[in-house]
């Protein structure tokens, strides 16, 4: 099983701050890394797909590099409505793993 | 509308079963694979199961292996688990979510496209 840890678990960040999330996978995987948001009381949604492929309809201030065991996704210039979990996703080989999460907190 | 709708969760005894559903709307249904994705009270995501397009193909983590069976019916464009032997760790609001792929062939998965709202199971005395 792959296991993919992220770091930090948690972080309390002001508007208008630049963010960096990392999640590093236990063996290599491509570029077979995706990240999803999760708002309060809402279900996951998708941001990044394949290490750093942008989705239609999510603001530009989201971004993802790395591949390997290695990668990052960065919020730049902060909103107050990307407080939620952040969540890292493997979909190179099966179990599917997600990272524990990063909790972000808008000061 | 493109949409998953979760049903059938609630409350059971440790030992009980529970069938969930998950309807599907606005999409060609037996084109993608499918996923149950759970999330225990103030935790994280964890993965359960994924079926084919054609329900071929289905796989499981370990943590619910042989209590678990995910099936689909195309005519119905409806997505299923039938959850056994039911413990008191597997308390959590389940997910179904489309894969952006069929789910047939290595690896077997892609990214989550489309996540349903969730229904909540509780196990518990």
């Known amino acids: 099983e792959i296991v993919l840890t992220q770091s930090p678990d948690f972080q309390s960040v002001t508007p208008k701050e630049k963010v960096t999330i990392t999640c590093r996978a236990s063996?290599?995987?491509?570029?077979?890394l995706h990240w999803y948001q999760q708002k309060p009381d809402q279900s996951p949604k998708l941001l990044i797909k394949?290490?750093?492929q942008s989705i239609s309809g999510v603001p530009s201030r989201f971004s993802g590099s790395g591949s390997g065991t290695d990668f990052t996704l960065t919020i730049n210039s902060l909103e107050a409505e990307d407080a939620a979990a952040y969540y890292c996703?493997?979909?190179?080989?099966?179990?599917?793993?997600f990272g524990q999460g990063t909790r972000l907190e808008i000061k | 509308q493109v949409q998953l709708v979760e049903s059938g969760g609630g409350v059971v005894q440790p030992g009980r079963s529970l069938r969930l559903s998950c309807a599907a709307s606005g999409f060609t249904f037996s084109n993608y694979g499918l996923h149950w994705v759970r999330q225990a009270p103030g935790k994280g995501l964890e993965w359960v199961a994924l079926?084919?397009?054609?329900?071929?193909?289905?796989y499981y983590a370990d943590s619910v292996k042989g209590r678990f069976t995910i099936s689909r019916d195309n005519s119905k464009n409806t997505l299923y688990l039938q959850m056994n032997s039911l413990r008191a760790e597997d308390t959590a609001v389940y997910y179904c979510a489309k894969d952006y792929g069929s789910g047939s062939g290595w690896p077997h998965s892609s990214y989550f496209d489309l996540w349903g709202r969730g229904t909540l199971v509780t196990v518990s005395s």
């Open positions: 063996q290599s995987i491509g570029s077979s």
């Open positions: 996703h493997q979909s190179s080989s099966l179990p599917i793993t």
């Open positions: 079926i084919s397009y054609d329900g071929s193909y289905k």
């Open positions: 394949y290490a750093s």
